[in-house]
């Protein structure tokens, strides 16, 4: 067994270890430690930063972030249909139409029941 020919991906390893650790220990060690009150109070979540994991909040949160999620994903779909619009043709385009139009009538059901109001 030869362990020259390891060398190489456990450089690799090593180096990439090195790479995702270092900044993190450097950070921890060199950076400012000062927390204050406004620091540690609630931002967006809507709850206190320290108290009990176990609480419950609202699930519009939830919602929100699902809703986020999914018209999000869908724009990520549009950019491969984007950039190969000349090979795919006609049927491509009608496809994702259709995609669209879907996407549409989901956007419209949410908002008419309410799913996008914030109280």
Do not use: H
């Not at 900044?23 to 540690?40: E, F």
């Not at 018209?71 to 009608?94: C, M, Q, T």
Request: charged share 15%.
């Amino acid at each position: 067994m030869n362990l020259d020919q390891y060398l190489p991906i456990l450089l690799f390893v090593l180096v990439g270890l090195g790479v995702g650790i270092a900044p993190q220990v450097i950070g921890y060690i060199l950076g400012p430690n000062r927390p204050y009150p406004a620091k540690n109070s609630p931002y967006e979540c809507g709850f206190e930063a320290f108290e009990d994991a176990r609480m419950k909040f609202d699930v519009r949160y939830y919602l929100v972030a699902i809703l986020f999620i999914l018209f999000d994903l869908e724009i990520a779909f549009l950019f491969p249909w984007a950039v190969s619009l000349k090979d795919i043709g006609a049927l491509g385009f009608w496809a994702v139409m259709v995609f669209l139009a879907i996407l549409v009538v989901g956007f419209v059901y949410e908002w008419k029941k309410g799913a996008l109001d914030w109280e």
